[in-house]
Antibody, heavy 117, light 111 residues
């Protein structure tokens, strides 16, 4: 069965960096695009970024463009999200999500990122 | 960016009855490939979201046929027939016709 196991996250001061990881199993990772989505406390879901199956293209939401970087290692079945220049407003649960037919299907368990001084 | 507006934001329902949730888009969700990319997600309390419906009306794997999606262009509906206890939670529409993908505010279904 499809599994997306996330790691990383935690508490960090404004301006600092974090890297989130998402290890995939149960499907042919190298043929699917992968997304990151977050939910801030008390708010709705916010799509952040997608990386194509081969890592050749990425697209970012304006809210994170220039600060967050998505990457993947198909040899390790893992997708990453590098979060730089973190702001208090980036506090949220971050999810990696598998792409499917230009939608998104299976979600990781989520990891909490708290940005606070 | 495409703005998705859901109504109602909260929906009390009776077990065995039907529920409908609407999702209006600020722009047409018809892609240049001819498909309309509107999905519905369900998040139970304490769980991660799961995909119910994609491309307006296609049920995802193992989604019961009590769930159905309809609509076109900018106006979409999720219908849940014969509501069961496990149907509680938040239902969100999502558009993937253009980047950035965007979500509706979510509708809380309460029994």
């Amino acid at each position: 069965q499809v599994q997306l196991v996330q790691s990383g996250g935690g508490v960090v001061q404004p301006g600092r960096s974090l890297r989130l990881s998402c290890a995939a199993s149960g499907f042919n990772f190298s043929v699917y695009g992968m997304h990151w989505v977050r939910r801030a406390p008390g708010k709705g879901l916010e799509w952040l970024t997608v990386i194509s199956y081969d890592g050749s293209y990425m697209f970012y939401a304006d809210s994170v463009k220039g600060r967050f970087t998505v990457s993947r290692d198909n040899s390790k079945n893992t997708v990453y999200l590098q979060l730089d220049g973190l702001r208090v407003g980036d506090t949220a649960v971050y999810y990696c999500v598998k792409g499917y037919s230009r939608s998104i299907d299976f979600w990781g368990q989520g990891t909490l990122v708290t940005v606070s001084s | 960016d495409v703005v998705l507006t859901q109504t109602p934001l909260s929906s009390p329902v009776t077990l065995g009855q039907s529920a409908s949730i609407s999702c209006w888009s600020s722009q047409s969700l018809v892609h240049s490939d001819g498909n309309t990319y509107l999905s519905w997600l369900h998040q139970r309390p304490g769980q991660t979201p799961r995909l119910l419906i994609y491309k307006v009306s296609y049920r995802f794997s193992e989604v019961p046929d009590r769930f159905s999606g309809s609509g076109a262009g900018t106006d979409f509906t999720l219908k849940i027939s014969r509501v069961e206890p496990d149907d509680v939670g938040v239902y969100s529409c999502m558009q993937s016709a253009q980047f950035p993908y965007t979500f509706g505010q979510g509708t809380k279904l309460e029994i």
